[in-house]
């Protein structure tokens, strides 16, 4: 299965997604994505990825990996040369995948579970399209385009929102209304009014649903150690499900000296690359949640890895999907095969949305749960229809 070609694809409307598709002899093609920064990534695709994989063999994943992320260079951060490394991974077991005529879910080993938890991600159908980041004027707020505003919906009627979500079936949500604040003061201090504004969504939805509702916390990295702890702190009496990444994931002793005082679980972090930096913390037990994401922390292969590390510490993974169809799917696969597996993060905005718009096929969410897939491969692929208008720009490298 020669490696013949490498192509890139980029839509206008969705500025932070690059979609790769590796082709090989005989018209098979693998599907991989990643997120932020697209243009980075696609550059050091046909720079130096493809230099490298043009004509080689697409089944040898561990090979193609090991040279990807532990060159010269030594890769290990989530900058453009990992997303790539990721994007690639995940296209070359969709190949490995149907080649075989399986699912990945299959390939990794089959199901530990006929499905798995999945809870919403509050945001809405415009949340971070652009290279903006992640700022509150990049979150598309008050642009309605559908039932499931759901940013809007937590900084405005939380426990209404908490109702609606406990209806379709979820059990679990995730917010973040601490990140204006955080932006006012660079993360340094937040004020006591600020604390009650962002405090009163938990409230809300404690008040509409009781326990019925758990409630994930997410902090994006934003906040110094002793402001993370005040909020931490706050937050306790509502018995938040966990907090996540709620200062910079750069040092592990910060870490596991906030979560030790505060005792609140901390989940982390999407923003981690590789079994190596996941060590680091879970050595300093600074997580009790391990999340990771797909496209970025090395691919699904890379991904696995991370899964086993974490259950040699007793410590269950909560794969991370805020960004694309395709991470979404591939993280799917490994959450039902994952034997430590704790509950799959999703967007209804997203999966009921835009996402169907790029991708012929998506997990089954229903519920509150995803549902393997029995296509071969990863099981979906772009829509060319989307991707033949002016706004895509595609790019292809081939032998």
């Not at 243009?39 to 994943?61: F, S, Y």
Request: charged share 25%; with cysteine; aromatic share 8%.
């Amino acid at each position: 299965m020669k490696i013949e070609a490498i192509e890139t694809l980029r839509l206008e409307e969705f500025g932070n997604l690059l979609w790769v598709q590796v082709h090989t002899e005989g018209g098979m093609v693998g599907l991989g994505e990643t997120f932020f920064g697209p243009q980075a990534v696609e550059a050091h695709i046909h720079e130096t990825v493809a230099p490298l994989l043009l004509g080689k063999d697409a089944l040898e994943i561990e090979r193609i990996g090991r040279v990807l992320q532990r060159g010269y260079l030594g890769f290990t951060g989530t900058g453009a040369e990992m997303r790539a490394a990721s994007a690639i991974d995940l296209a070359l077991w969709d190949l490995f995948g149907q080649r075989a005529g399986m699912p990945v879910w299959q390939m990794l080993g089959g199901l530990s579970r006929p499905r798995v938890k999945v809870y919403n991600t509050c945001a809405g159908y415009k949340y971070i399209r652009s290279n903006a980041g992640q700022r509150s004027d990049n979150w598309g707020t008050g642009q309605a385009q559908g039932p499931y505003e759901d940013l809007d919906a937590f900084l405005t009627d939380a426990g209404e929102l908490a109702r609606s979500l406990y209806d379709e079936g979820f059990r679990a949500m995730k917010i973040w209304p601490f990140d204006p604040a955080a932006e006012a003061s660079e993360g340094r201090f937040i004020s006591g009014e600020d604390m009650e504004i962002a405090l009163e969504p938990f409230r809300k939805i404690r008040a509409a649903l009781g326990e019925k509702m758990e409630i994930m916390c997410e902090l994006h990295s934003l906040w110094d150690p002793g402001s993370a702890e005040r909020i931490m702190t706050a937050l306790k009496p509502l018995r938040p499900y966990w907090v996540e990444d709620p200062i910079k994931m750069t040092n592990a002793v910060d870490l596991a000296g906030l979560r030790r005082r505060t005792g609140l679980p901390v989940c982390g972090s999407e923003t981690l690359a590789t079994r190596h930096a996941f060590r680091e913390h879970l050595e300093q037990e600074a997580l009790d949640i391990v999340m990771l994401d797909l496209g970025w922390c090395g691919g699904l292969s890379e991904a696995k890895r991370i899964a086993t590390l974490a259950e040699a510490w007793n410590k269950p993974i909560a794969p991370h999907d805020c960004t694309g169809p395709v991470v979404l799917t591939a993280s799917v696969h490994l959450s039902l095969n994952a034997t430590n597996t704790l509950i799959q993060e999703t967007v209804r905005a997203f999966t009921s949305g835009w996402y169907q718009e790029v991708v012929d096929e998506l997990p089954r969410i229903e519920g509150g749960f995803a549902y393997p897939s029995a296509r071969p491969g990863l099981g979906l692929k772009l829509k060319p229809e989307r991707f033949a208008g002016p706004d895509c720009h595609r790019r292809v490298s081939a032998a």
